[in-house]
């Protein structure tokens, strides 16, 4: 059977199984990978593929997840999260936008939009507990906040491999991705403001504690794993390069956590960490079935497929980096992945392009915004911290993460009609 049938009858499983019979997501992509690897011929190498990919997501996300949840359990227990809250909309006046605003600026030190969206997806669920606020608009804000500048501004992990792959350096680089991100960011709380009022409106933590913390146990649960992690990235020392490891660095904000809850007692403590496993830990078997779909889809080949069908395909030059972006984001689901692979592709044809390589640079990384789906730990992180139904993340954060692709692709566009770059 064709790669790319294989792959079009996936994606339409997975929403026929989430959406119409509404089995748990974690059901449903464990059994379309293993169907995928039944249907490709290769049921044995498949169901090695995918103990591999759902492995690859619990090393890297396992620890920061359960931590992530622990933390913001705690935190809304002690009433922590309502004072983080009432702060942003009593000097914002805009608490959606100050939301997509610190995505944003977070994601970019944290060097992960997964991270920082973990971080703060507790705060946001306060602020649309207070401000009467459906949650798909918040957790769409923030998430898409975080997309727009781990995906365009260098030295993010994806930015800064492929820069290097196309051999472009130096300070436009920064200057150019931080231009079209912010824009594009913008787009996405615009979009979160008009798409996405929808979902449950969460109730607040305040109703659920005698009184409100103090700024002193509130912030530094949150603030110091964020200090920790930028400041390695600064100071690039043995010691700090431990503690500022993203993993150390929630374990720490744990156990400020534990030190804000003195006052609740132990077995308060031990209550809403075990209610934090417990949803930490089902969010990561989601994530992990998320990342076995993306390693068994890589096993049909249909990657190289499609990129070959995109350069036969005869469109303009500045097409090709984002669509074979598109298509290898499509099939595996990893961000980084995609960065990684595609300058690869580009490298035989680069030369015919005629174009400048830093375009060719935001043409592909407008094209890692598109298509996230059920095969994408992102995508099941921001539908599963929110609270959200499957159907609601395809709508909020999967048809925003298009437009902010759009919007940075119009913007690169923009910037090669200009004329300001030479090939």
Known sequence: MSPLLIFLIALALILVLTTTFRIHPFLSLLGVSIFVAILSG?????LESLLTGMSQVLYQLGIIIVCGSIIGTILEGIGGTTVIADDIIRLTKKPVLALNVLGFLVALPVMCCILAYVILIPIAREIAARQKLPVGVVATSLGLGTLASYELIYPAPGVYSAATELGVVGMEIVVLGVLIAIPTSLVGYWYAQRFCRIGEIPGSAVGEVRARASRLRAYPPIAVPLVLIFVQLLVPIPVLEFLGNPNIALLIGVALAFLSTTRFGQDKRNLWTGEAVRRGGGILMVLCAGGALGSVLGLTGVGPELCAIVIASGLPALLIPFLLAV?????????LVTFIVVPGLLAPILPTLGLSPMLVLFSMASGTFMISHANDAYFWTVVELAGLE????????????MVLGVMALGITLLLHFSGMFAT
Not at 42 to 46: K, N, S, T, V, Y
Not at 327 to 335: E, K, N, V
């Open 390 to 401: 499957p159907a609601t993340g395809y709508r909020c954060y999967t048809l925003g993460g």
């Open 42 to 46: 290769r049921p044995f190498e498949g």
């Open 327 to 335: 298509a290898i984001q499509t099939i595996q689901g990893s961000r």
